[in-house]
């Protein structure tokens, strides 16, 4: 099974936060993912991804105009897949959770199937997400893995 990751970073922290989201993925066996900057990334691969993950530093209170401008732009066949966001900040009332909500609007937009898990598997809760703040990404280790297991393991159930 295929996984994707897109981002954008500037300064690394939400490359950070996509390095163990993938890390969380490849617990799920069978699961290959790859992560793709926005100026790098594999159309055909992510075409033939059943779940892509989106992740965006926090930009006045909003997605980066990066991937605002990635998800105007794009041509990639993204409907029926599963998706899940997850987003960088500052600081923890910036509006990193007014990011996750607005990428899951881009995706639910394009068609994609959203998901966290929520609090349905229990702690961590991942409710929109998951969000992480600036040099402190490792603290929240745990809230990217669990979004990333739980991704890979619904995108298992759900087309393997
Ligand atoms: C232009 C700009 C605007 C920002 N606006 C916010 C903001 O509104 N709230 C916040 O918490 N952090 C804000 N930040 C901080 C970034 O969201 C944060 O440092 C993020 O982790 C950067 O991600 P990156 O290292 O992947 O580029 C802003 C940073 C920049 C460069």
Known sequence: MKVSIIYFTE??????????IKDGMMKVEGTEVKLFGLDAIDEEYVAASDAVLFGAPTYYAGVAWQLVK????????????????F??????????????????SFMM???????SGGTALGQPFTHLGAN???????DRREVFKALGQRVAAKAKELFE
């Open 11 to 20: 300064s690394g922290n939400t490359a950070k936060a996509a390095e163990i």
């Open 70 to 85: 990635f998800f105007h732009e794009t041509k990639i066949p993204f409907a029926g897949k599963l998706g899940a966001a």
């Open 132 to 138: 992480g703040f600036s040099d402190r990404i490792e």
């Open 87 to 104: 987003s960088t900040a500052g600081y923890e009332q910036g509006g990193s959770e007014v990011v996750l909500s607005d990428i899951i």
């Open 109 to 115: 937009s394009k068609g994609m199937l959203c998901y």
